[in-house]
Nanobody
Framework: QVQLVESGGGLVQTGGSLRLSCAASGRPFGSYAMGWFRQPAGKEREFVAAINWSGFSRAYANSVKGRFTISRDNAKNSVYLQMASLKPEDTAHYYC????????????????WGQGTQVTVSS
């Protein structure tokens, strides 16, 4: 089992930046692909970014490409999402997820989920 705890969310103005962190405990973190997903209020959960176990393979949703960067530190059992040039449409609850496969954009490929952290971007 892997337990995931997100942090770093908050309220930020349009154009601002935030860095989300996800701390993992339990089974060896380095064996998992990690993903970030988000769920705006009243909408479906959507893919944001993913990274494979080594960090060499990354994937991004088109809506965040060039603005968000996913990274991981296996020595610290952590994955990060650096968000820049934030827009009001980035407002959502952001979730960290772990899965045994590759850097996937599908929720079905992730077996462990955190409780999430809220990001609100004001206009």
């Amino acid at each position: 089992q892997v337990q995931l705890v997100e942090s770093g969310g908050g309220l930020v103005q349009t154009g601002g930046s935030l860095r989300l962190s996800c701390a993992a405990s339990g089974r060896p973190f380095g064996s998992y692909a990690m993903g970030w997903f988000r769920q705006p209020a009243g909408k479906e959960r959507e893919f944001v970014a993913a990274i494979n176990w080594s960090g060499f393979s990354r994937a991004y949703a088109n809506s965040v490409k060039g603005r968000f960067t996913i990274s991981r530190d296996n020595a610290k059992n952590s994955v990060y999402l650096q968000m820049a040039s934030l827009k009001p449409e980035d407002t959502a609850h952001y979730y960290c997820a772990a899965g045994p496969g590759t850097a996937s954009d599908s929720t079905r490929d992730y077996s462990h989920w955190g409780q999430g952290t809220q990001v609100t971007v004001s206009s």
